[in-house]
T-cell receptor
Framework: QQQVKQSPQSLIVQKGGISIINCAYE??????FPWYQQFPGKGPALLIA???DVSEKKEGRFTISFNKSAKQFSLHIMDSQPGDSATYFC???????????WGAGTKLIIKP | DSGVTQTPKHLITATGQRVTLRCSPR?????VYWYQQSLDQGLQFLIH???????AKGNILERFSAQQFPDLHSELNLSSLELGDSALYFC???????????FGNGTRLTVT
């Protein structure tokens, strides 16, 4: 199965809280899992990415947690800020063709 | 700035018409991807070109076609336009196969 299932579809978090977005996949050949951030009127931009040889990767307030056995990965945004309000997409690909399979996106709103 | 340039930014046209969207990839990037994003929807992969050759097709309608020229810029041609074709069309480029995708800021197409 080539799908990547992303949840929730939308999320409202208070400023300073933790935002958590989850993705699940079926294809065990996937070996690259990026997260992209998209602001209104802009194209998506790579936020952070992980490969399955590690279970967690942290860049500033953004962390990817990866669970290979469950075939799930998630994005955690610590101390969420209004400037984090955006749509977030997870994706996955394998090294046979590097074609990204995209999740449906999560619209995140951080309330001041 | 991702380095990917898309023109025009906005396009308004009538049903039945034909339009051409243009993309200049980042300097040195051989791969160009086209995506469609309808209002508040996810990213639908349309087509991938590598160094002038079509590499993969996604959910691209027969009314749509694309090409990549020797200078690596790409054009997406949309014909016999329907109201449902109204969307944001993104171009993305990348260098090496396992490198990140870099998106342009899209062309917003409105079909009236």
């Amino acid at each position: 199965q080539q799908q990547v299932k992303q949840s929730p579809q939308s999320l409202i978090v208070q400023k300073g809280g933790i935002s958590i977005i989850n993705c699940a996949y079926e294809n065990t050949a996937f070996d690259y899992f990026p997260w992209y951030q998209q602001f209104p009127g802009k194209g998506p931009a790579l936020l952070i990415a992980i490969r399955p040889d590690v279970s967690e990767k942290k860049e500033g307030r953004f962390t990817i947690s990866f669970n290979k056995s469950a075939k799930q990965f998630s994005l955690h945004i610590m101390d969420s800020q209004p400037g984090d309000s955006a749509t977030y997409f997870c994706a996955a690909s394998d090294h046979s063709n590097y074609q990204l399979i995209w999740g449906a996106g999560t619209k995140l709103i951080i309330k001041p | 700035d991702s380095g990917v340039t898309q023109t025009p930014k906005h396009l308004i046209t009538a049903t039945g018409q034909r339009v051409t969207l243009r993309c200049s990839p980042r300097s040195g990037d051989l791969s160009v991807y086209w995506y469609q994003q309808s209002l508040d929807q996810g990213l639908q992969f349309l087509i991938h070109y590598y160094n002038g050759e079509e590499r993969a097709k996604g959910n691209i309608l027969e009314r749509f076609s694309a090409q990549q020229f020797p200078d690596l810029h790409s054009e997406l041609n949309l014909s016999s336009l329907e109201l449902g074709d109204s969307a944001l069309y993104f171009c993305a480029s990348k260098g090496a196969a396992n490198s990140p995708l870099h998106f342009g800021n899209g062309t917003r197409l409105t079909v009236t």
